[in-house]
Nanobody
C-alpha cells in the first residue's frame, strides 16, 4: 500500500513561482512517479513524470517552466513551477505508477494518488 501526501499549493500572481512536494509512504523505488492536474470541468492531465533513473516527460504546456525531481532517500517528489500562468490553475495530484519499470505518461498508468493540493494563479 502506498500513501501520497501533497503540500505546497497556494495562490500566486501570474509570473510567480511555487514548489510542490509529495511525501510518499510505502514502496516507490523502481516505480514511475508523476504530477497531474485537474481544472474544474476538465479531465485530469499529465504535468510531468519521472522514472527510477531520472528520465522525465513534460506536457508541452509546462516545458521550460516546470521541473520535476525525485529524492529517493527522502521518498519525496518535487515539482518546481516558475512563470506561472492563470491557465495553470488546478488541483495538482501526485501519483505512483501501477507497475514498476519504464517512464509512463498516461493517467491510467498510475494507480496510487494523493489527495491533491490547489494551485491558483491570478492575472
Amino acid at each position: 500500500q502506498v500513501q501520497l501526501v501533497e503540500s505546497g499549493g497556494g495562490s500566486v500572481q501570474a509570473g510567480g513561482s511555487l514548489r510542490l512536494s509529495c511525501a510518499a509512504y510505502g514502496y516507490i523505488y523502481n516505480y514511475c512517479m508523476g504530477w497531474f492536474r485537474q481544472a474544474p470541468g476538465k479531465e485530469r492531465e499529465r504535468v510531468a513524470t519521472i522514472d527510477e533513473i531520472g528520465s522525465t516527460s513534460y506536457a508541452d504546456s509546462v516545458k521550460g517552466r516546470f521541473t520535476i525531481s525525485k529524492d529517493n532517500a527522502k521518498k519525496t517528489l518535487i515539482l518546481e513551477m516558475n512563470s506561472l500562468k492563470p491557465e495553470d490553475t488546478a488541483m495538482y495530484y501526485c501519483a505512483r505508477a501501477r507497475v514498476p519499470g519504464r517512464l509512463l505518461t498516461r493517467v491510467s498508468d498510475f494507480g496510487y494518488w494523493g489527495q491533491g493540493t490547489q494551485v491558483t494563479v491570478s492575472s
